[in-house]
């Protein structure tokens, strides 16, 4: 289905996974002038419908403010690789965003003028300064040099991201209890991996996860620390008694991967753990061989539901598994789990303006500007007003909104209206907190069953009191944080797949291990991070 643009046409070409959005057949107000049109690089990522019109919400937005935006599009790894193209090359666009660009990238082009302050375009604005106001914010957002230079990503999110979920079907199957404990969860996948049957031919698989969310770190929770390498706590640090520290050279940490290092030796870990890339470990889940999985929720790797039969009952848990609690192993009174900051997430770095774009900087920020409007934040996660949901009544200062029964409609609808659709998902945007924006659940749907919220409950009293903190730190700092930590999860990473997998014995390289990452800076590393804490 073709749709007009008020600014430019939008085209879509395909080349060596390139999407490119909006270059073709300018019109009239466009070439009227050239701050009416914006460059963006972004990640996009891959399995997206790739079909002119995709991206409606900025055919909208153009509509409403004349601000096109021509975006250049690839999945994560290639548009990583086009970011440092471009920059070296000096041909880089307007503005850059999505995952690509990270807390060094802002303060290296910020100190050599590549990337501009923001704060003053900003002031104009409506919603962008909103989400400023938001408790915290601005101090996060704000640089050591007193700028801010990409606006706030702010999201109602679970209290826990990545986590291990279970087949509940197989566990009434055997008639066994949910596992709770390290060495209760153990029998759980050895009966698991006696006692189910093989699928079409193929032996069941009693444990697995996500290779882009692994984070095996965090499951050292189960042994009294959270060694994760996600999120806050990136690069393996967490707050302990008041204090940054490292969690790589823990003894838990330690104890964690002979744990699991002994369930890979029996046969109870998917053997292609470290190896598989996300596509080979979907793949496996949606022909049924998994009895445990990490991931943020089991629709990432089962089979989909059929929009119609969740409508028959919306409170039935339709994917039949479940979250695994938090574990103790033998001997610890407190296990703990990673905390996603309280449940509100705060991305940093997700759209930047360059210093090719200083002439239209305004006009690219009041376009970010209406994307941060609470209906079009709202689309981006849900999809068009009117079409995938509706606004209720506004009680008490709230403002309700309703999803509409899409379940007749076919998949190439859901692609174009859904979340990554509609919008592009990598992009900043402001969710307004439930104490303003709410959903009302639609009728018979009061008491959805959605598996993340069964999970924070489950998690919550064994989160992190304190997150890490976010930091900023010096031009210097910042470039030295990059190097050190870089080498410092590469081989983190090479010694866990080679300890878990068998072919190292982590007793006898421990003390190495250690004395390695020492070299490697990781003193240094934590160092940095404490003098950086605010």
Same mark, same amino acid.
């Given at each position: 289905?073709?749709?007009?643009?008020?600014?430019?046409?939008?085209?879509?070409?395909?080349?060596?996974?390139?999407?490119?959005?909006?270059?073709?057949?300018?019109?009239?107000?466009?070439?009227?002038?050239?701050?009416?049109?914006?460059?963006?690089?972004?990640?996009?990522?891959?399995?997206?419908?790739?079909?002119?019109?995709?991206?409606?919400?900025?055919?909208?937005?153009?509509?409403?403010?004349?601000?096109?935006?021509?975006?250049?599009?690839?999945?994560?790894?290639?548009?990583?690789?086009?970011?440092?193209?471009?920059?070296?090359?000096?041909?880089?666009?307007?503005?850059?965003?999505?995952?690509?660009?990270?807390?060094?990238?802002?303060?290296?082009?910020?100190?050599?003028?590549?990337?501009?302050?923001?704060?003053?375009?900003?002031?104009?604005?409506?919603?962008?300064?909103?989400?400023?106001?938001?408790?915290?914010?601005?101090?996060?957002?704000?640089?050591?040099?007193?700028?801010?230079?990409?606006?706030?990503?702010?999201?109602?999110?679970?209290?826990?991201?990545?986590?291990?979920?279970?087949?509940?079907?197989?566990?009434?199957?055997?008639?066994?209890?949910?596992?709770?404990?390290?060495?209760?969860?153990?029998?759980?996948?050895?009966?698991?991996?006696?006692?189910?049957?093989?699928?079409?031919?193929?032996?069941?698989?009693?444990?697995?996860?996500?290779?882009?969310?692994?984070?095996?770190?965090?499951?050292?929770?189960?042994?009294?620390?959270?060694?994760?390498?996600?999120?806050?706590?990136?690069?393996?640090?967490?707050?302990?008694?008041?204090?940054?520290?490292?969690?790589?050279?823990?003894?838990?940490?330690?104890?964690?991967?002979?744990?699991?290092?002994?369930?890979?030796?029996?046969?109870?870990?998917?053997?292609?753990?470290?190896?598989?890339?996300?596509?080979?470990?979907?793949?496996?889940?949606?022909?049924?061989?998994?009895?445990?999985?990490?991931?943020?929720?089991?629709?990432?790797?089962?089979?989909?539901?059929?929009?119609?039969?969740?409508?028959?009952?919306?409170?039935?848990?339709?994917?039949?598994?479940?979250?695994?609690?938090?574990?103790?192993?033998?001997?610890?009174?407190?296990?703990?789990?990673?905390?996603?900051? @309280?449940?509100?997430?705060?991305?940093?770095? +997700?759209?930047? $303006? %360059? &210093?090719?774009?200083?002439? #239209?900087?305004?006009?690219? *920020?009041?376009?970010?500007?209406?994307?941060?409007?609470?209906?079009?934040?709202?689309?981006?996660?849900?999809?068009?007003?009117?079409?995938?949901?509706?606004?209720?009544?506004?009680?008490?200062?709230?403002?309700?909104?309703?999803?509409?029964?899409?379940?007749?409609?076919?998949?190439?609808?859901?692609?174009?209206?859904?979340?990554?659709?509609?919008?592009?998902?990598?992009?900043?945007?402001?969710?307004?907190?439930?104490?303003?924006?709410?959903?009302?659940?639609?009728?018979?749907?009061?008491?959805?069953?959605?598996?993340?919220?069964?999970?924070?409950?489950?998690?919550?009293?064994?989160?992190?009191?304190?997150?890490?903190?976010?930091?900023?730190?010096?031009?210097? @700092?910042?470039?030295?944080?990059?190097?050190? +930590?870089?080498? $410092? %999860? &590469?081989?983190?990473?090479? #010694?866990?797949?080679?300890? *878990?997998?068998?072919?190292?014995?982590?007793?006898?390289?421990?003390?190495?291990?250690?004395?390695?990452?020492?070299?490697?800076?990781?003193?240094?590393?934590?160092?940095?991070?404490?003098?950086?804490?605010?």
């Amino acid at each position: 289905m073709k749709k007009k643009f008020l600014v430019a046409a939008v085209s879509v070409l395909i080349c060596g996974g390139l999407l490119f959005v909006g270059c073709q057949r300018k019109t009239a107000a466009a070439d009227a002038g050239e701050a009416a049109t914006f460059t963006l690089l972004v990640d996009v990522g891959s399995g997206r419908p790739y079909a002119d019109g995709w991206f409606g919400l900025y055919d909208v937005i153009a509509k409403e403010i004349g601000v096109q935006i021509q975006i250049i599009g690839y999945p994560y790894q290639a548009a990583l690789e086009q970011k440092n193209i471009l920059l070296n090359t000096g041909n880089y666009p307007d503005a850059m965003g999505g995952w690509i660009v990270v807390d060094n990238d802002i303060m290296t082009l910020s100190s050599d003028g590549t990337i501009i302050p923001l704060e003053n375009y900003i002031a104009n604005t409506t919603n962008i300064k909103e989400a400023l106001a938001q408790p915290g914010v601005r101090q996060n957002m704000t640089l050591p040099d007193g700028h801010i230079y990409s606006p706030p990503y702010i999201v109602e999110e679970p209290l826990v991201s990545f986590s291990p979920w279970i087949n509940q079907a197989w566990l009434d199957q055997l008639g066994l209890k949910m596992p709770t404990t390290t060495g209760e969860f153990r029998q759980t996948l050895i009966a698991f991996r006696d006692r189910i049957p093989a699928v079409n031919g193929q032996k069941i698989i009693p444990f697995s996860g996500d290779p882009n969310n692994l984070h095996l770190g965090t499951l050292a929770g189960w042994f009294g620390v959270n060694a994760s390498g996600a999120a806050n706590n990136a690069g393996y640090f967490a707050v302990i008694n008041g204090q940054v520290e490292s969690t790589i050279i823990r003894p838990e940490y330690r104890e964690f991967l002979k744990y699991f290092a002994g369930l890979y030796k029996e046969g109870l870990v998917d053997q292609e753990l470290f190896t598989q890339n996300v596509d080979t470990w979907k793949a496996k889940g949606k022909q049924g061989l998994y009895g445990s999985s990490i991931a943020y929720q089991p629709g990432d790797f089962l089979p989909d539901i059929e929009p119609k039969d969740k409508e028959s009952n919306p409170s039935k848990n339709w994917y039949g598994w479940t979250p695994i609690p938090v574990l103790k192993a033998p001997g610890v009174a407190n296990p703990i789990f990673r905390n996603n900051n @309280n449940g509100i997430t705060l991305f940093r770095t +997700q759209f930047v $303006i %360059t &210093d090719k774009a200083q002439s #239209k900087a305004q006009r690219i *920020v009041d376009w970010l500007d209406r994307v941060y409007d609470p209906i079009h934040s709202t689309e981006c996660d849900l999809g068009p007003l009117g079409k995938t949901w509706n606004l209720m009544a506004l009680t008490d200062g709230i403002q309700y909104f309703q999803t509409i029964d899409t379940s007749s409609w076919n998949q190439d609808d859901r692609d174009r209206n859904g979340w990554s659709g509609y919008s592009v998902a990598e992009l900043p945007k402001y969710r307004r907190p439930k104490t303003q924006w709410k959903e009302q659940p639609r009728p018979g749907w009061e008491n959805e069953y959605k598996d993340t919220d069964v999970r924070d409950a489950l998690y919550k009293p064994f989160l992190e009191a304190t997150p890490m903190p976010a930091l900023w730190l010096t031009e210097a @700092n910042a470039k030295r944080a990059a190097d050190l +930590q870089t080498a $410092i %999860t &590469d081989y983190v990473k090479q #010694k866990q797949a080679e300890w *878990v997998s068998g072919q190292a014995d982590i007793d006898r390289e421990w003390d190495t291990y250690v004395a390695q990452l020492n070299r490697l800076g990781l003193q240094e590393l934590l160092q940095i991070k404490r003098s950086a804490v605010r």
